[in-house]
């Protein structure tokens, strides 16, 4: 059973940056695509980011092209997400999440994924 800790969230003006950290508590982390989801008030929940186990191959949503970087360090079994130039639409509940079975790609479902951070809040101020 892998546990995911994120921190890093927070409030910020429009236009600033907040870097999200996931630390996870097995080595087998190293083996799982990784994905970062955000959820908005009356919102699903949606992929914003993903990383392959190797760090490799990444995904974004393209609301945040451009704005967004996601990668890893599996030696310290973390993920991160640098979020810059940040709008008010990117407020929500962020969590990181892994694919439970190992080296497969990155999947956009929810039910894709076995391993669940609790959230960090991102409140993004105009």
């Known amino acids: 059973q892998v546990q995911l800790v994120e921190s890093g969230g927070g409030l910020v003006q429009a236009g600033g940056s907040l870097r999200l950290s996931c630390a996870a508590s097995?080595?087998?982390?190293?083996?799982?695509?990784m994905g970062w989801f955000r959820q908005a008030p009356g919102k699903e929940r949606e992929l914003v980011a993903g990383?392959?186990?190797?760090?490799?191959?990444?995904y974004y949503a393209d609301s945040v092209k451009g704005r967004f970087t996601i990668s890893r360090d599996n030696a310290k079994n973390t993920v991160y997400l640098q979020m810059n130039s940040l709008k008010p639409t990117d407020t929500a509940v962020y969590y990181c999440?892994?694919?439970?079975?190992?080296?497969?790609?990155?999947?956009?479902?929810?039910?894709?994924?076995?391993?669940w951070g609790q959230g960090t809040q991102v409140i993004v101020s105009s």
């Open positions: 097995e080595r087998t982390f190293r083996r799982y695509a």
């Open positions: 990383v392959t186990w190797s760090g490799g191959t990444t």
């Open positions: 999440a892994a694919r439970g079975e190992s080296l497969v790609g990155i999947a956009r479902g929810v039910s894709e994924y076995d391993y």
